[in-house]
C-alpha cells in the first residue's frame, strides 16, 4: 500500500515538474537556447522573436566589435546580404503598381542597351524568380579575389555578365542568382532617375521610420555598425573586405533586428502596397530546392501537431555575416537571427526557436565536431584527423553539421591540405547521402588532388541529386573532354 502511494505521489511530482518545464516562459526557453549556441560558438549576434505581432524576446550575443570588446544589442546594425533582395522586389511590384513598369515583358523595355539576343527573352518576373538563366556573379572562379573588392558604377558590373550564354531558356527552370537583382536595382534607377539607395529611403525606410536601416557604404561611419568576422576552426579573423557596390541591390543592405520587425509589421498593412500588390511577392511561383520561391521570399510548410504551418522567409549571407527573417503570417510569429561571425546554424536556431513559439519539442544545441576536427587535420593530418573523427562521432555533446564540414572543407582545400580536405568531404558526404552540395565539394577536392575519375564520379552525382546545379554540369561537360 505504502509503495503504490510513493508511486502516485512521484507521479503526480514527475507531472508537476514536466508541466513546469511546459509551461516555461518561452522568451527564457529562446534565451536559454541561444546562450548555449553562443557558448557553442555557433551564435555571435543579435537576435528578435515576436508571437501574435507582439515582441516576446529580443537581446545581443556575443561582440559586435571584438578588439573593442563591444557586445551586440538589438539596436547593432548588420549587413543583411540577400534579405536585401524582399526590398528590392518590394519597390519593383511599386513600380508595377503605379503602371511605371510591367512584369511580363523583356528587360530592354527599360534597358535598351542590353544585348537584345537574352535581354529580349528575359522579362522582370525573370529576375524577380531566378528564373532568368543569366549566370550568377557571385559563382564565377576568383569572384572574391578577382571583382569584389573593386568599386564599380552599376552600368560597368552589369556589362561584366550582360553578354554570357545563358544557362538555360528563360522561365524553364530556377537558378539562384544575384545577377537578376542587381539588374533588377538597374532598372530601378533607370526608371526612377533616382539612385537605388534613394528609392529605398523615400519608398521604404522613411515611411516605416526604418532610422537605422540603409544602403552600406564601407567609407561612411555608421554608429553601432558590427564588424563582420568568419570562423576558422575556433579561431576568429576578420571578415575579407568586399565594396559594397559590388552586392548593390542582391545585397546590400544593413539593418537591425527592431528595424526588420517594423518591416514585418509593414507587411500586414497596405502602408506600402495594395493588398494584392502584396500578396503577389509571396506567391510560390517555382519550385526551388525544398521550398517554392516568390518575389525575394521563399515560401514552405511544416508540419505543427496535426495541422501546418506556411513559412515565409529569406536567408543571407555575405563576408562576415549570416542572416535569417522568417515568418508565419498565419499567426504573425516572426524570428530574426542577425549573426556576424560568417556562416552558422541559423536555420537549426530558426526551427528551435519555432518548435518553441508552438509548444513543440526542439533540439538542444551540440557543438560542432567540424571545428574541433580541422584543427586535427590541420595540425596533425589525415590520419589523427581521421582517428578524431571516430572517437568524436558518437559522442552526444557533438552533431555532424553540414554546413560547418563543409566550410572546414574549403578551409583545408585554400591551405593546400588537399587529402585532409578530401576526409572532411567524405564524412559530409557519408552523413549527408542526399546532399548534392556535399558531393559536388567533395568532386571539387578529388579534382584539385588531380584525381579526375573520382572528380567525375562525385560531380555526376551531385548534379543526379540537385539538377540546378549548373556548375557540375560545366565541370563534368569539361571533363568529359578531356
Given at each position: ?6 508511486l502516485?505521489?512521484?507521479?503526480v511530482?514527475?507531472q508537476?515538474?514536466?508541466?513546469s ?6 522568451a527564457?526557453?529562446?534565451?536559454q537556447?541561444?546562450?548555449k549556441?553562443?557558448?557553442?560558438g555557433?551564435?555571435?549576434?543579435s ?8 515582441v516576446?524576446?529580443k537581446?545581443?550575443?556575443?561582440s559586435?566589435?571584438?578588439e573593442?570588446?563591444?557586445p551586440n544589442?538589438p ?5 543583411l546580404?540577400s534579405?536585401?533582395?524582399q526590398?528590392?522586389a518590394?519597390?519593383?511590384?511599386k ?6 513598369i510591367?512584369?511580363d515583358?523583356?528587360i530592354t523595355?527599360y534597358?535598351?542597351d542590353y ?12 529576375l524577380?524568380?531566378?528564373t ?6 557571385t559563382?564565377?572562379p576568383n569572384?572574391?579575389r578577382?571583382?569584389a573588392?573593386n568599386?564599380?558604377?552599376p ?9 554570357l550564354p ?5 522561365g ?5 542568382s ?7 536595382g ?7 532617375g533616382k ?11 522613411t515611411p516605416l521610420?526604418?532610422?537605422?536601416s540603409?544602403y552600406d557604404?564601407?567609407?561612411v561611419?555608421?554608429?553601432?555598425r558590427?564588424?563582420?568576422y568568419e570562423k576558422?576552426g575556433k ?5 575579407s573586405?568586399?565594396?559594397?557596390s ?5 545585397g546590400?543592405l544593413y ?5 526588420l ?5 509593414a507587411l500586414?498593412?497596405?502602408?506600402l502596397l495594395?493588398?494584392?500588390s502584396?500578396e503577389s ?5 517555382i ?28 536567408g ?8 535569417v527573417?522568417?515568418?508565419i503570417?498565419k ?8 549573426n556576424n561571425?560568417g556562416?552558422?546554424?541559423l ?5 528551435a ?11 538542444q544545441?551540440k557543438?560542432?565536431?567540424a571545428?574541433?576536427l580541422l584543427d586535427?587535420?590541420?595540425e ?14 558518437n559522442?552526444?555533446?557533438y552533431?555532424?553539421k553540414?554546413?560547418d ?5 574549403y ?5 593546400g591540405?588537399?587529402?585532409e580536405?578530401?576526409?572532411?568531404f567524405?564524412i559530409?558526404?557519408d552523413?549527408f547521402p ?7 565539394s567533395l568532386?571539387e577536392?578529388?579534382l584539385a ?6 572528380a ?6 551531385s548534379v543526379?541529386l540537385?539538377?540546378t546545379?549548373?556548375?557540375?554540369k560545366?565541370v563534368l561537360e569539361e571533363?568529359?573532354?578531356?
Open positions: 500500500m505504502k509503495k503504490s502511494i510513493k502516485v505521489a512521484l507521479f511530482a514527475f508537476f515538474s514536466s508541466f518545464t511546459f509551461a516555461q516562459d518561452k527564457q526557453q529562446i534565451e537556447l541561444l546562450n549556441y553562443n557558448e557553442y555557433q551564435f555571435n549576434g537576435a528578435l522573436v515576436s508571437e501574435n505581432g507582439k516576446i524576446f537581446k545581443g550575443f556575443g559586435a566589435n571584438m573593442w570588446n563591444i544589442q539596436d547593432t546594425k548588420f549587413r546580404g534579405i536585401s533582395k526590398f528590392t518590394l519597390l519593383i511590384v513600380l508595377a503598381e503605379e503602371g511605371k510591367k512584369l515583358v523583356p523595355t534597358l535598351p544585348p537584345k539576343e537574352n535581354g529580349d527573352k528575359i522579362t522582370i518576373h525573370h524577380l524568380t531566378h532568368s538563366g543569366i549566370p550568377n556573379y559563382n564565377a569572384f572574391l578577382d571583382k573588392k568599386p564599380y558604377t552600368e560597368a558590373f552589369v556589362k561584366t555578365f550582360s553578354s545563358l544557362e538555360f531558356a528563360p524553364e527552370k530556377f537558378n539562384y544575384n545577377s537578376g537583382y542587381f539588374l533588377l538597374y532598372i530601378i534607377e533607370k526608371i526612377t539612385t537605388y539607395e534613394q528609392n529605398l529611403q523615400e519608398t521604404i525606410f521610420k526604418m532610422v537605422n540603409g557604404h564601407s567609407e561611419i555608421i554608429k553601432n558590427a564588424a563582420g576558422e579561431k576568429i579573423v576578420n571578415a573586405y568586399i565594396d559594397m559590388i552586392p548593390y541591390a542582391a546590400s539593418s537591425t533586428v527592431e528595424d520587425y517594423l518591416w514585418d509589421q500586414y498593412t497596405n502602408k495594395s493588398e494584392k502584396m511577392l509571396f506567391k510560390p511561383y519550385k526551388a530546392w525544398n521550398v517554392f520561391y516568390g518575389y525575394g521570399w521563399s515560401t514552405y510548410e511544416v508540419p505543427n501537431g496535426n495541422d501546418k504551418l506556411t513559412i515565409v522567409e529569406h543571407g549571407g555575405i563576408n562576415g555575416f549570416k542572416t527573417i522568417s515568418r503570417p499567426d504573425k510569429n516572426l524570428v530574426v537571427l542577425l561571425t556562416g552558422t546554424v536555420g537549426e536556431m530558426n526551427t526557436i519555432r518548435n518553441i513559439l508552438y509548444n513543440q519539442p526542439f533540439n544545441p557543438k560542432s565536431l571545428l574541433d586535427v587535420y590541420n596533425k593530418g589525415v590520419i589523427a584527423g581521421t582517428d578524431t573523427y571516430k572517437k568524436l562521432k559522442d552526444p555533446t552533431a555532424i553540414e554546413g564540414m563543409n566550410r572546414v572543407g578551409q583545408l582545400l585554400q591551405t591540405k588537399k587529402k580536405a578530401i576526409e572532411v567524405k559530409n558526404v552523413t542526399k546532399s548534392g552540395n556535399a558531393y559536388d568532386g577536392a578529388y588532388d588531380g584525381d579526375k575519375k573520382l567525375m564520379v562525385n560531380y555526376k552525382k543526379e540537385d539538377p546545379n549548373e556548375g557540375g560545366k571533363l568529359s573532354k578531356k
